[in-house]
């Protein structure tokens, strides 16, 4: 079974500053796609970035970027010039095929703090 | 266009007692799931319908049991509401063939079981 794994509960980042969030994954599979979802207080999961297992080349969504490294099954996601209202829950998540229909496997998410 | 959409926003239940969640997906979109969200977790995938066929289910209880109706919209149903249920129940809509894999999350509704 897939396994997504967030190993910082809490981070915190100057404003303006650059943060990387962790996450790594366990998956027998070869073909699969990763997002980072962000959660603000207002509860309403918003797509972050998504990331296609078989693009070598990282995805990037203006100041989101990931580093995926296939190997090591780690996808970090990379926030550039954090901003107040990056502040939020991120949660990275793994979407699992199963005979023609899917499921998302998410982690424990790392809440972000942005300092002013 | 109208995103994902849930009702109630907040619920409040006794024990034992049943409850039923609504969601209408996106525009577009035939394919709904159901996460549960326990305080300080991410969620947790309950099952998914598309057709009108519970598709794929989690580990849950068969107390959680689904519907989705032919406009695409779906309700989660809770019987025999434990403590351990309060949670934030997420519905999260999608195309199931082509597209761009990723879900679109509803706002969730908050059980509280008392």
């Known amino acids: 079974a897939q396994t997504v794994t967030q190993s910082q509960p809490e981070m915190s980042v100057q404003e303006a500053e650059t943060v990387t969030l962790s996450c790594t994954y366990d998956t027998s599979e070869s073909d699969y796609y990763l997002f980072w979802y962000k959660q603000p207080p207002s509860r309403q999961m918003i797509l972050v970035i998504r990331q296609e297992a078989y693009k070598q080349q990282n995805a990037t969504e203006n100041r989101f970027s990931v580093n995926f490294q296939k190997a090591a099954k780690s996808f970090s996601l990379k926030i550039s010039d954090s901003q107040l209202g990056d502040a939020a829950m991120y949660f990275c998540?793994?979407?699992?095929?199963?005979?023609?229909?899917?499921?998302?496997?998410f982690g424990t998410g790392t809440r972000l703090k942005v300092l002013a | 266009d109208a995103g994902v959409t849930q009702s109630p926003t907040h619920l409040i239940k006794t024990r034992g007692q049943q409850v039923t969640l609504r969601c209408s997906p996106k525009s577009g979109h035939d394919t709904v799931s159901w996460y549960q969200q326990a305080l300080g977790q991410g969620p947790q995938f309950i099952f998914q319908?598309?057709?009108?066929?519970?598709?794929q289910r989690g580990n849950f209880p068969d107390r959680f049991s689904g519907h989705q109706f032919p406009n695409y919209s779906s309700e989660l149903n809770v019987n025999a509401l434990l403590l351990g249920d309060s949670a934030l129940y997420l519905c999260?809509?999608?195309?199931?063939?082509?597209?761009?894999?990723?879900?679109?999350f509803g706002p969730g509704t908050r059980l509280t079981v008392t």
């Open positions: 999260a809509s999608s195309p199931l063939t082509g597209g761009l894999y990723e879900q679109y």
């Open positions: 998540a793994y979407r699992s095929e199963t005979s023609g229909t899917y499921k998302y496997i």
């Open positions: 319908y598309y057709e009108e066929e519970e598709r």
